[in-house]
């Protein structure tokens, strides 16, 4: 178990919609880092905020955002979703948000399905 | 941005015989390479990591070796028992914030 919880577990619904995923990091922890992956696309990095302000920006599609909170939970809106947005998302913390010069620990991730 | 290309695919190997799984990168200005283990239904897990200044890295049976020049960089697994049986991912970064993941290795161990 890395500490970093995820909720929901899975989350199934239509093209159009929104939904919100939500990441609580390890205790301590500053900095969150959310991740798709996808059978055709592998794990991509999407974004990463630090104590509440947003840090580094990956491969994010602009019907995403994300934000996180002054208790350092965080959350990922993915809105109008189309078919190809069904993927497992994963969020990540790390102590300090020093990127590479620190372990990233993952959540158990979110199933999403577009119908 | 970095590439990373990781193989094989798919790995099948008898209980108690070596794994080794390679990445090859595409910055070489990258200085970070973790590998990640991922079993059914969960996170990935840190199982290794190196630094570019440092050229093997060993933890019991797991090992990591690095070739700046060559750009590549390789897991080991010794003594392969079942429960080593997962998806592996490498990945690279160069001080930045953001990991290039490779696209996994399933490896699975014969009993």
């Known amino acids: 178990d890395s500490g970093v919880t995820q909720t929901p577990k899975h989350l199934i619904t239509a093209t159009g919609q929104r939904v919100t995923l939500r990441c609580s990091p390890r205790s301590g922890d500053l900095s969150v880092y959310w991740y798709q992956q996808s059978l055709d696309q592998g794990l991509q990095f999407l974004i990463q905020?630090?104590?509440?302000?947003?840090?580094a920006k990956g491969n994010i599609l602009e019907r995403f955002s994300a934000q996180q909170f002054p208790d350092l939970h965080s959350e990922l809106n993915l809105s109008s979703l189309e078919l190809g947005d069904s993927a497992l998302y994963f969020c990540?913390?790390?102590?300090?948000?020093?990127?590479?010069?620190?372990?990233?620990?993952f959540g158990p991730g979110t199933r999403l399905l577009v119908l | 941005g970095e590439n990373v290309e990781q193989h094989p695919s798919t790995l099948s190997v008898q209980e108690g015989d070596s794994a080794v799984i390679k990445c090859t990168y595409s910055?070489?200005?990258?200085?970070?390479f973790p590998w990640y283990k991922q079993e059914l239904g969960k996170g990935p897990q840190l199982i290794i990591d190196i630094r570019s200044n440092v050229g093997e890295k060993k933890d019991q049976r797991i090992a990591v070796t690095l070739n700046k020049t060559a750009k590549h960089f390789s897991l080991h697994i010794t003594e392969t028992q079942p429960e080593d049986s997962a998806v592996y991912f490498c990945a690279a970064s160069f001080n930045d914030y953001k990991l290039s993941f490779g696209a996994g290795t399933t490896v699975t161990v014969r009993a």
């Open positions: 990540a913390s790390s102590a300090y948000g020093q990127g590479a010069r620190e372990t990233q620990y």
């Open positions: 905020y630090y104590n509440g302000e947003e840090r």
């Open positions: 910055d070489s200005a990258s200085n970070y």
